[in-house]
């Protein structure tokens, strides 16, 4: 399936596209340049309106476009990355020519760390909370079933932001995926992110892996998670503030699944003679009260 890395080709002006042009190649990670790249799979997040425009290529909150993506899989250091490929000239490097690479991880200042070891991360949803044209949030997932939320706002250091961008929930993940028989359900996909009614945001998405020959064999149930980040969030000098509540369950937790999270069952399907439509249950939520659900979970059935 290819080498692990990634290029970026400048394709501003088309006059400039021949093979012996500098100027074509923005940037060439393909020759194992770095321990947490891996084999880059899978189609880029598009915009939902226009399936044209890449939602990986972004501003962000220091004024500077870059592109956003998970480092993906089998790379030789095995930490889920989130990778922030800049795309301007700022503090590129003088001798190689290559442009400022930032990496946000949860393993970054923690030896040994718990979510290393043949995993990686998956593509990430940005999102701009306030509206501004600047991303504010990521949420991808890893091989190993954590879900990890980034916080990419400005913060107080405006001036310097990237330095203070962090993995939320203090390097924990939001949610940690894990089947009935409490085995580990692989993200390979970005979730799907709404704004809930009571402040917010809903994720959406589903598990599973198809990367390797043995995941052919692999039987194993797979889950569609729908997931209630409860965080609150304020706008205040232009800025945007996060203060993450608590996670949906922790990476050590024992239980297959938490008991905020609600059952859904596939209950069969149904035609009406052209196409055929599977059905689920709709097993009512409570997001308030004294102990109120962080969301629901759906088996898939085969």
Known sequence: AGGRGFFILDVTDPTQFTATSA???????????????GHIYGAPVVDEADPNRSRQIVRL?????????????????????LLIQY??????????GAHELHKLSPCQERQPCLFQGD??????????VDGNG??????????HGNLWKFDLTGRND?????????????????????SADKRPQAFTTAPYVVAHPRGGF???????????????????AQTIYGLYDDSSMA???????????????????????????????????????IRMYHEASHEALRYEGPEPHRGWYLDLPL
């Not at 004024?63 to 030789?76: D, H, I, K, T």
């Open 119 to 128: 995993n990686g991360l998956a593509a990430p949803r940005l999102l701009d």
């Open 134 to 143: 600047t991303v504010d949030i990521a949420y991808a997932g890893d091989l």
């Open 235 to 273: 706008v205040t000098d232009g800025q945007v503030r996060l203060r993450d509540t608590v996670p949906v369950n922790s990476a050590g937790a024992e239980a297959a699944r938490p008991a905020s999270l609600v059952a859904q069952r596939y209950s069969g399907t149904r035609t009406d003679g």
């Open 202 to 220: 809903m994720l959406v998405v589903g598990t599973g892996r198809h990367l390797q020959a043995t995941d052919t064999a692999d039987i194993a």
């Open 158 to 178: 405006a001036a310097t932001p990237a330095s203070v961008w962090r993995v939320a929930f203090q390097n924990q993940p939001l949610f940690v995926a894990r």
């Open 61 to 81: 909150n220091d004024g500077r476009w870059a592109a956003v993506m998970g480092n993906r899989y089998f790379s030789p250091a095995g930490r889920p990355v």
């Open 87 to 96: 795309l301007d000239a700022q503090n590129r490097d003088p001798v190689t």
């Open 23 to 37: 100027t074509t190649v923005h940037t060439d990670l393909t020759r194992a340049a770095d321990d947490d790249i």
